[in-house]
């Protein structure tokens, strides 16, 4: 399977030498599951935008410190291509800011949650199980970075999981879109960097839980392997049993 990854930022150049930048942290955990995967990256922070929704077989888009709302040319046009593949029927996978874009682009709403940082481990209840979910479990617990939130769901979308801090965590959209909040591309030791780096910003407190939560097992694995199932069963469904595009309902 080709996947394109849909790059929104950068690793902070102090971090970098540490932990790689996102490209080699998606490539690494993904690749642990399923060494045959190939990747093709487009900087979209850079307004290097994909111009053909065929290019691979799925897209996956990451995190950014920007935020949906931000007025960025390149965010209007990577929202437009979003459109795009949702009328194509393409399979996408959005990470934390991907996941906001998706519902935005789509008609949701996307705003800073009143309830403050959501940084370290954030602990989820998988509320509707999809056939794809396999192996199951009925949490999802992912390390976090982000004070938006997705607020209200395009009509299309139906939340899979959530937290009374994070209602709408992860959320599929017909039968080729799923997006989720939290970041299986990160390792605790990049979410305690990152959370040093920022905790001017995060504040003492929330940083202090961030760092306590870190001590849980993390899901990043399980995550990927949900989100490869779910990339292979809505490219069947496009696909159809005779290979052509399946309509679009």
Same mark, same amino acid.
Request: charged residues 25%; hydrophobic residues 40%.
């Given at each position: ?20 930048? $996102? ?6 955990? /993904?690749? @642990?599951?399923?060494? +045959?995967?190939? /990747? @093709? =990256?487009?900087?979209? !922070?850079? *307004? ?6 065929? #290019? ?7 995190? %950014? ?10 965010? #209007? ?23 906001? !874009?998706?519902?935005? #682009?789509?008609?949701?709403? =996307? ?11 954030? /602990? ?5 199980? #999809? ?15 982000? &004070? ?14 959530? +937290?009374?801090?994070?209602?709408? $965590? ?10 989720? &909040? *939290? ?6 030791? $990049? %979410? ?14 929330? =940083?202090? &839980? ?32 005779? *290979? ?6």
């Amino acid at each position: 399977m080709r996947i394109g990854l849909l790059q929104c930022d950068d690793v902070a150049p102090e971090l970098r030498e540490a932990h790689g930048n $996102y490209p080699e942290m998606f490539e690494a955990l /993904f690749r @642990r599951v399923d060494p +045959s995967l190939e /990747f @093709r =990256v487009w900087r979209c !922070l850079d *307004g290097e935008i994909p111009d053909d929704v065929e #290019a691979v077989d799925a897209w996956l888009t990451t995190g %950014s410190k920007f935020g949906v709302n931000d007025d960025l040319p390149w965010i #209007a046009e990577l929202e437009d291509f979003v459109r795009d593949l949702w009328e194509a029927g393409k399979p996408l996978v959005g990470i934390c800011f991907g996941h906001q !874009l998706m519902a935005r #682009a789509l008609g949701g709403e =996307v705003a800073k949650s009143d309830r403050g940082w959501g940084v370290g481990l954030s /602990f989820n209840r998988v509320t509707e199980r #999809a056939d794809w979910m396999t192996p199951w479990q009925p949490g999802l617990d992912l390390l976090v970075s982000h &004070q938006d939130q997705v607020e209200r769901l395009p009509s299309q979308a139906r939340v899979l999981a959530g +937290s009374e801090f994070c209602p709408s $965590y992860l959320m599929q959209l017909g039968e080729h879109f799923l997006g989720v &909040q *939290g970041h299986p591309e990160f390792t605790k030791a $990049y %979410s305690s960097d990152l959370m040093a780096l920022r905790a001017e910003l995060i504040g003492e407190h929330r =940083v202090r &839980q961030g760092e306590a939560s870190l001590s849980a097992p993390v899901d990043d694995t399980l995550m990927v392997r949900w989100i490869l199932g779910f990339m292979r069963q809505a490219i069947r469904r496009r696909n159809g049993p005779s *290979g052509g595009h399946a309509s679009l309902i």
